[in-house]
């Protein structure tokens, strides 16, 4: 469709296979961290795989990783696997990894600190310390939600060296509005409006 890139959502499976898939549930088989990779069904791809099939474009990686959740790790196993794969597959520079988690994004950073972090934040948090947070810690871009996008955090962001990119945008009129704003990139489910709507298409 003439995209620059595709956002993937990381989990892994009970035994350690790296999966795209937003939720924690495989509807109607279970928790995911609890089926193996033989018991996905074929619409789940393996995260290489999608690293595969995405060659060439940008590739935001969101590691999911939140406490609550079956697959919750401490121990970042996952960010680190998934360090190691993206370097097996040498596309590092097409690939960023984001999280909402601040640990996994450490955990990626200290595994390859060449790997470009993305912190996830969401609406009404406090941006410019978000801000603070992502430059104090040595990631490089701030995705936070479209509601909270301003001017002034934008300018601000790269004023200090960090890229935004902001999620998820499908109305013409705001995807119009955060181009305005300067932001780095648009996360949407429609590739098509945003192409059209930034005179793309």
Known sequence: MG???????????????LVVHHDAQIPGLGALARLAVSDLPAW???????????????????????????????SEAVATALVALVAERGCSQDVVVSSFSLATLDAVHSADSGLVTAWLTLPGFDQPDALRTVVERGHRQLHPHQLSVTAGLVDEAHAVG???????????????????????????????????????A
Do not use: F, Y
Request: aromatic content about 2%; proline content about 7%.
């Open 3 to 17: 995209a620059d890139g595709v956002e993937l959502d990381v989990r892994a499976s009970g035994d350690g296979a």
């Open 44 to 74: 789940v791809p393996l995260v290489g795989a999608a690293l595969d099939a995405c060659a060439g474009m940008t590739v935001v990686l969101e590691v999911k990783n939140l406490p609550g959740e079956p697959d919750w790790d401490p």
């Open 162 to 200: 960090v890229a935004v990119t902001t999620w998820t945008v499908d109305d013409p009129g705001r995807i119009r509005e955060l181009a305005q704003h300067g932001v780095d990139g648009i996360i949407t489910n429609a590739p098509d409006v945003a192409l059209a709507t930034l005179g793309r």
